[in-house]
Antibody
Framework: EVQLVESGGGLVKPGGSLRLSCAVS????????MSWVRQAPGKGLEWVGR??????????DYAAPVKGRFTISRDDSKNTLYLQMNSLKTEDTAVYYC???????????????????WGKGTTVTVSS | QSVLTQPPSASGTPGQRVTISCSGS????????VNWYQQLPGTAPKLLIY???QRPSGVPDRFSGSKSGTSASLAISGLQSEDEADYYC????????????FGTGTKVTVL
C-alpha cells in the first residue's frame, strides 16, 4: 500500500523558515515524480511545485507565489521528499499535502498529469 | 489564484444526477487533459477522475467526467449522502510559469 506521511508543520513567525518532510513507502520512490499542494484555511487547493525523478533530470518547478522562497528536494536513499520554506509570509498559512505524480502523453498526444496519491497533510501557520 | 472556474455550489436529493462544470482556456483544458478530485469534510483530497474520463480503481462508476473544448464536466449519477464533499477540477497549463492549476471548487450538498 502506498503511504505518504508529512511532518514538520508548526507555528512560525513571518520571515521565518520551516522544512517539511514527506516519508513515503509502498512504491519505488526513486522513479517517482512528486509534488506539494497546499490549502489555506477555508480556501481551495493550490499547486506549490513538483520535482521530477533523478533519472528524468530532477527538475523542479514552482508556482509563482512561492518561487524563489520555497525549495523542493528529495533523498532517494531515505525515501523522503522535502519542502524548504524560507521568507515565510502570513499568506503561506495552509495545510501542505505531499502527493505522487503520474504523467504521460496519451494516444492523441495530450499531456496527462495528475496527483495520484495524497498524504494527510501537515499544518503550517505563519503568524506573529 | 484559480484559473479554472467552477460554480461554488451544487445540490441534489439522493438518487438524482448532479453535474459540475469547469471552465478554462486554450492553455489548460484546451490543450491538456482534466482531472477531478474529491475532498470529503476534514480529509485530504482524493483523485476521482483523471485524463478527462478515467476512473482510478475503487471509484464508483456513478462518477463520470467529460471534456469539450475549453470546458469539462463531472457528473454524479445516483447521488448518495456520502458524496457530500468539495470537488475540484484541475489541469496542466502551458502558460509561462503556470504549470498545474486547480478549479475554484464546488461544494456538493445532498439534500
Amino acid at each position: 500500500e502506498v503511504q505518504l506521511v508529512e511532518s514538520g508543520g508548526g507555528l512560525v513567525k513571518p520571515g521565518g523558515s520551516l522544512r517539511l518532510s514527506c516519508a513515503v513507502s509502498g512504491f519505488t520512490f526513486n522513479n517517482a515524480w512528486m509534488s506539494w499542494v497546499r490549502q489555506a484555511p477555508g480556501k481551495g487547493l493550490e499547486w506549490v511545485g513538483r520535482i521530477k525523478s533523478e533519472t528524468d533530470g530532477g527538475t523542479r518547478d514552482y508556482a509563482a507565489p512561492v518561487k524563489g522562497r520555497f525549495t523542493i528536494s528529495r533523498d532517494d536513499s531515505k525515501n523522503t521528499l522535502y519542502l524548504q520554506m524560507n521568507s515565510l509570509k502570513t499568506e503561506d498559512t495552509a495545510v501542505y499535502y505531499c502527493t505522487t505524480v503520474r504523467h504521460y502523453y496519451d494516444s492523441s498526444g495530450y499531456y496527462v498529469f495528475y496527483m495520484d496519491v495524497w498524504g494527510k497533510g501537515t499544518t503550517v501557520t505563519v503568524s506573529s | 489564484q484559480s484559473v479554472l472556474t467552477q460554480p461554488p455550489s451544487a445540490s441534489g436529493t439522493p438518487g438524482q444526477r448532479v453535474t459540475i462544470s469547469c471552465s478554462g482556456s486554450s492553455s489548460n483544458i484546451g490543450d491538456n487533459t482534466v482531472n477531478w478530485y474529491q475532498q470529503l469534510p476534514g480529509t485530504a483530497p482524493k483523485l476521482l477522475i483523471y485524463s478527462n474520463n478515467q476512473r482510478p480503481s475503487g471509484v464508483p462508476d456513478r462518477f463520470s467526467g467529460s471534456k469539450s473544448g475549453t470546458s469539462a464536466s463531472l457528473a454524479i449519477s445516483g447521488l448518495q449522502s456520502e458524496d457530500e464533499a468539495d470537488y475540484y477540477c484541475a489541469a496542466w497549463d502551458d502558460s509561462l510559469n503556470a504549470f498545474y492549476v486547480f478549479g475554484t471548487g464546488t461544494k456538493v450538498t445532498v439534500l
